[in-house]
């Protein structure tokens, strides 16, 4: 027997204030709050149905079958709030361009969450769902809404969870990801964070930090003033990669043309042009400005780099159901 088969779509979402550290692994509990801008462009579709003549779960992604224990080990916690005993059969297709090497954690456990949920026939309210994709990478918490999410890092897993400051935003801004290299991360961000709480002298000074960063952006955010927004966003970025390096062993992300085009932000800004930068677990560069100047902003990166290595991409949505 099948379940019905529902199809979620979830938008990746980028941090302006990045978590960065765990006090709980296994319930993906943050040290710090965080918050993020969820972009229209990227995005995952996934499909889920239950099959009792399974004998475990089934992965596919971008139609090529996948090792399963990662999404089992979710799929055991939805089985679990379900009652249910059944294996399932998913399918996901990842919407970022191939080159972009952005595709994210993020946006897939958000659709599996939402997928996943309803086919097991949970009626999950959104902070619910929101906790759940938690579970699978904690970034996705913040995939289930779109626009300005807000991540409050809570203490245990009732009071984790992500929500909206501004769903559908009329702020006339976009994010230009600047592909730098496709090539799986050095560390992961788990590894990586990981490492950074263990070891970094300076991880008490970054919880304080991100504190007042994380009130001071939803200040800016609130006035529209997209200059402080920026330099609240490129400064905590910047923290967090000070974390790598001071780390034991120490790590970076960034590769050469990744702070060239730091380099190039900051000529922009010398020139009167209001951009800022922020950069994730790997070498890849995201520019936030007014959709206005990013004609202006990719007339200059296309001298260095190709098309393909420059994406643009606005506010979207938080996650919800469609109809294959
Ligand atoms: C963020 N990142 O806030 C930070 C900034 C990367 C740099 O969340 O271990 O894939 O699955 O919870 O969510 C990437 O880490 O990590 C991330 P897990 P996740 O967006």
């Not at 897939?108 to 959104?126: C, D, F, T, V, W």
Request: hydrophobic fraction near 40%; aromatic fraction near 8%; charge should be positive.
């Amino acid at each position: 027997m099948l379940s019905k088969a529902f199809t979620a779509r979830a938008h990746t979402n980028i941090a302006l204030i990045k978590y960065w550290g765990k006090k709980d692994q296994e319930l993906i509990l943050p040290m710090n709050s965080s918050l993020s801008l969820t972009l229209d462009h990227f995005y995952t579709d996934t499909e889920v149905y239950f099959d009792q003549a399974l004998k475990q779960d089934v992965f596919y992604l971008n139609e090529e079958k996948q090792n399963v224990s990662k999404v089992t080990q979710f799929m055991n916690i939805v089985r679990r709030q379900a009652g249910l005993k059944v294996f399932a059969h998913i399918s996901s297709t990842n919407h970022v361009p191939t080159m972009a090497g952005l595709a994210s954690s993020a946006s897939a456990y958000a659709a599996l969450a939402m997928a996943a949920s309803q086919a097991a026939g949970l009626q999950l309210s959104r902070r619910d769902l929101s906790r759940l994709a938690r579970r699978g990478s904690g970034s996705a918490c913040r995939s289930i809404y779109g626009g300005f999410v807000e991540w409050q890092r809570g203490h245990d897993d009732q009071s984790s969870f992500a929500s909206p400051i501004e769903e559908n935003t009329n702020w006339n801004i976009c994010m230009i990801a600047v592909v730098i290299d496709k090539a799986r991360k050095k560390i992961s961000s788990r590894l990586g964070m990981q490492r950074v709480v263990e070891t970094s002298p300076f991880y008490t000074a970054w919880m304080k930090s991100t504190e007042r960063d994380l009130a001071a952006i939803k200040e800016a955010i609130k006035k529209r003033d997209l200059k402080k927004v920026g330099t609240i966003a490129e400064e905590n970025a910047m923290k967090m990669h000070a974390l790598n390096m001071s780390a034991h062993p120490h790590f970076s992300y960034f590769e050469p043309a990744s702070i060239a085009v730091m380099h190039l932000v900051e000529l922009l800004r010398s020139e009167g042009i209001c951009c800022y930068y922020t950069l994730d677990a790997g070498p890849n560069v995201k520019i936030l400005c007014s959709v206005e100047d990013s004609t202006r902003i990719l007339d200059r990166l296309a001298a260095r780099f190709d098309k393909e290595q420059l994406l643009v991409a606005r506010p979207g949505p938080g996650v919800h159901l469609i109809n294959k």
